[in-house]
């Protein structure tokens, strides 16, 4: 595991790889679960430092946002993010009252580092520096600059294509105290309409509309935002939204009990005592696996390699699409050589926990009841074409796979970029039901 100097001094890298592994252990390392720690508060002001740097300049594609940008608008990103956080209480579980202490003492330096790139001249970059300025602003001591930013938060960030974006800025607005009805209206319209786009899309009986439909969605530009960042409210980070005020939560799932001891058959699935025992983190990792891996990675940490894999061939150069670990019972999916997608298998795979509760070889139904109970964003579970319940603000999709008379949940645990199952998972994993 790299510490804290490592990290930051592979933020500059020339390897592009390793400045977006480095960038990803920021958010994994220093910010995970929504909590600073001893390092976090020192690292942003060495991130502050770094903006100005040229090298900084360089694009890639970034593991916790959508769309191609450079590392300074994503540094930027991570500041807002750190600044996002500091402004929760201990019992949120930011961490403990002395790092919390340390990341809010920051603020001044880091609002004093970013306040040139608000108006630079890279749309992502001003974006990203008046997302962390508005959310630096939170500080009591820098009350007096509100004024100063006020009207490039409603001008900029309130009509940004990128909807956490948005959404700070109708949040902090209404806490300077300015009307933000209009905002709020603009943002209901805008996802009606979009949710009226996405279902005729997905008729296949549409026709003419369907076609218009399809046509508009590409046209739209990107939401940018990753999906752990939308409408981030203290109610989302604390307790899940239940279904009615009057209707109870379900009782948590059970895995299947398993097969009986020496039964032979091709059906056979495993008990609870010979299933590895995971753990997922939602947009961060499963078990020992985290996103971002490469193949020799994962299989260094798995200790085996795999047993099947797949690539694609594009002219002379090969992708990995995927890899099937079968004596655990996973399947590693890639993009770009990096682990973006995790199934575990209904029958032998680990069992997978979220929340203590069981996600791997379960009754699907009872799977879904209970994650719809503690979803914590509205609007975010949606259905795949095949009716497999996914859930954005978790990075989890619940896959069924049938053995016979059997079905047992097989759990897809996703980076956002995999939330569309039809056109992200290859057709092999379609096989798997």
Known sequence: MPDTPEILGSVLATDPARRVRAVDDLY??????EQVFPATAPAALVLACLLDDPRTLAE????????????????????????????????????????????????PILHDRIADFCDDADPLVREAALAATALLLADPALASSVPRYAPAVREVLAVSADSYYRWIARERLAAWGEDVTGLVTAEKERRAVLDRAGELAEDPFGGREQEQAIRWLEEQPEDTAAPERLGRRREDRTAPIPATLHEPAPEPPVAAAGSETGYRSPWRFAREEERAEWTFTPYVGVGPLHFGMTLEEITRVLGGGPVVSSYSHHGEDQQLNYADFTEIGI??????????????????????????????????????????HRTTRPGSLTYSVAGDPVF?????????????????????????????????LPSEEWNCS
């Open 28 to 33: 994994r390392l220093l910010l995970n679960q």
């Open 392 to 424: 954005a603000d978790l990075g989890l999709a619940i896959r069924s796979q049938r053995a016979g008379d059997i079905v047992l949940t097989r759990p897809l645990f996703l980076l956002h970029d995999w939330l569309d199952l039809w056109h992200a």
């Open 60 to 107: 890639d594609w970034w593991e916790r946002r959508a769309g191609r940008r450079s590392l300074r608008a994503e540094l930027l990103n991570w500041l807002a993010s750190f600044a996002d956080i500091a402004r929760l209480d201990v019992e949120d579980g930011v961490g403990t009252a002395q790092d919390l202490a340390a990341a809010r003492s920051v603020r």
């Open 331 to 372: 399947r590693a999916l890639f993009h770009d050589g990096r682990l973006g997608c995790v199934a575990a298998d209904a029958f032998t795979g680990p069992q997978v926990r979220l929340d203590a509760a069981p996600l791997t070889g379960c009754a699907p139904s009872h799977v879904e009841d209970w994650l719809v």
